[in-house]
């Protein structure tokens, strides 16, 4: 398969930096990185999401995809993570990169790209079109990273989560897998309005789509009011969330 017309690659010239630890020293020492999301990124790196590769078994030199890789705080762990051996595929639409983060001046691919340059996410490899032009090799990817994204597929129509998965799987090697973390609702909740699913809807959607289910607490907080929605500024950018692995047969 040609991917030359598909795939926007960034290149970097320093060399890729050898742990999370370092690279965020390096990050933070410019002040444009600090102007940008310095918390959110700090708050992904130093909290549990930074357990969520080891959770679902991503190691150096694999190849990841990061779906809708947002403004890139999965995307940097995972970089860091599969060291210069691997490759992370951080896709994003172009509408999405526009969207600008909440509670900041920037957008989505803004604080992308400053992340990979001040980063040195020198194994990034930026796909900017939807999944179903995404042109990565069938049964070529370890994994996928799906994070805080299958409500917006499910809650409009559970037939397009299960569409989405099932493409997934296409893309992944026997024994891939997807790690699906997103905000839990409760039952009989808006979800759409808050933008949150219920533990069993991903659970149940995974299993129609051919997946085995492998399920941790690691991403699970007491103080999350399951009644606001996650965008809400007293939650402080804390949520419940679960944290599925989704392992292809």
């Known amino acids: 398969m040609n991917t030359q017309h598909c795939i926007i690659t960034q290149k970097l010239s320093r060399s890729i930096a050898q742990s999370i630890a370092t690279s965020l020293i390096l990050f933070f020492a410019y002040p444009a990185a600090i102007a ?3 918390a959110a990124l700090q708050q992904a790196i130093s909290g549990p999401d930074r357990d969520v590769a080891d959770f679902v078994g991503i190691e150096a030199g694999m190849e990841v995809l990061d779906l ?3 403004g890139g705080y999965y995307t940097f762990i995972l970089s860091k993570t599969v060291r210069e ?5 951080a896709q994003n639409t172009p509408r999405g990169l526009n969207f600008v983060k909440d509670h900041q001046d920037i957008t989505q691919g803004q604080a992308l790209n400053n992340k990979i340059t001040q980063g040195e996410l020198e194994n990034v490899v930026q796909i900017i079109r939807s999944l179903d032009e995404i042109c990565i090799a069938p049964e070529s990817l370890d994994a996928v990273v799906l994070a ?3 409500h917006y597929y499910y809650n409009p129509n559970s037939t397009r989560a299960l569409n989405m998965l099932i493409q997934l799987k296409d893309l992944l090697k026997h024994g891939g897998v997807i790690a699906v973390t997103d905000h839990i609702d409760i039952s009989g909740r808006d979800n759409s309005a808050m933008h949150r699913m219920e533990i069993q809807q991903a659970i149940d959607i995974a299993e129609m789509a051919g997946y085995e289910i ?3 607490e690691l991403l699970r ?3 999350d009011d399951h009644n606001r929605s996650i965008f809400d500024p007293r939650l402080n950018r804390t949520t419940d969330r679960f944290l599925l692995k989704l392992i292809k047969p």
């Open 68 to 70: 809708y890789a947002a």
């Open 221 to 223: 907080v007491s103080n």
């Open 148 to 150: 805080q994204t299958l």
């Open 85 to 89: 051996m691997g490759v992370v595929y």
């Open 214 to 216: 492998e399920s941790s």
């Open 36 to 38: 940008l999301d310095k």
